[in-house]
């Protein structure tokens, strides 16, 4: 940068300060008559131009030195000025310089540490947000972003959640007496569903800091997302509701075999064999039922160990199909096995399987049209995993029961599948069973022409 030229009133005030103490010499030699007219005066002349030349030079040092440390708070460093009319100040430069590089040493470390501090806030799982005393938002971190979109800073928390007792319950944190002190508590829970698409299920976990914070942060809100959790409950409870309801419904059938039997049927000997027909039927069902949701409770507690044996999956299906083949007769259905040659290996359990691909035909059987083709197909699927497919020619599956058909109980038409001896946990065991496996269950379905269910597991290598 080109140096700026002295201020000429600045100049004019330090020349005369410097030429006072020699003029009063001269002066003084002059009235005592030690020094001539005419050499005094030759001398102050003299003075004046050397004494013009040193405070020029000193006060243009003075003028960098001043540039020097104005520009030592800038983000690079200046260069040190060579001040060689003025040593003095060119010592006071270097120390002005060393106390920078210690402000800028310390400004970094403070720079790190707040990095640090929102890299450790930004890991965190779930959204938080800290608002200051007024309730603007100071700080988020990644999940919030994540799941509020971009959040401006020094908005109000109105602005992104607009949940009214999320904003109470903020309020009665922040709130102060006429002290200055605060009235209220200094945490608290708050449960909402967050608008969708998806809703959500959140409890925001609301803290005050003992203190604000240096960015004003006086109140954290965390969020924490419980939809999973709170699916998880409402299943829970539904199974315990539809299991209740499955075998309410048996039970209450043989209690009023029973109690004709015992009373008006007495005697009718006809009448008793149908009525003990039945109730054999109804037992069996409520068998069916208690053996399904054993089976599930079983395989659901071992699921996280994957099956390690080779199996021969040829051989499952055979044997099952041995088990089915009665029941595809009584409907006039016909089975078809395809296995491809060569066959790999399959990783699995050969009894979970063998329910698996049961459970799967069975459906086939049960829900195709009479006279018409279950094919069953086994084959390599060539990305190292084996595939068995069942297509039934049936009435098919619309589209919109698909991604609830594994769940326990659920059927498409209630009243045919329980006609049909159905428990409505099939699907649900076969899906258990596939997890465990770490396979695949594909289903496909045209309404009106039929289903294909693939299972894909891994081949042994
Ligand atoms: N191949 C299929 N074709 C048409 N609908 C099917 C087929 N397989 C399953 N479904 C539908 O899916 C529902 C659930 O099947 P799932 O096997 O779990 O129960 P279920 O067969 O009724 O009873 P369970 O298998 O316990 O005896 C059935 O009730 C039926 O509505
Ligand atoms: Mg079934």
Redesign the pocket.
Known sequence: MADRPVPLRRYLVANAVALAPSYVALATLYWTGALAGRPALIAAAGIAVVTALLVQRYLGSLAQFARFVGNLSDEREPVMPRLSFAPATEELATAAATLSAGWRRQRASIDNLAASAQAIVDGLPDPLIAVDRQRRIVRTNLAAAALLGPVGAERDLSTVLRHPQLLAAVDSLLETGADGNFTGVDQSAVEFALAGPPERDVIAQLRRLSRAAADGSLALIVLHDTTAQRRAERMRADFVANASHELKTPIAGLAGFIETLRGPARDDAGARERFLGIMAEQADRMRRLVD?LLMLSRIEQHEHARPDREIDLDRVLRGVLDLLQLKASSRSVRIELAVAAGLPRAIGDHDELTIVFQ?LI???I??ARPSTVVRVAAGPDGQGSVFVAVS?E????PAAHLPR?TERF????TA??RQ?????????IVKHVVNRHRGRLDIR?TPGKG?T?TVTLSAAD
């Open positions: 399904d459970n069975d459906n086939a049960k829900y039934d049936g009435d098919g599956i058909l659920y059927r498409v038409d045919r599948s049909l001896g159905g428990t409505g946990l099939g699907l649900a379905s289903s269910f």
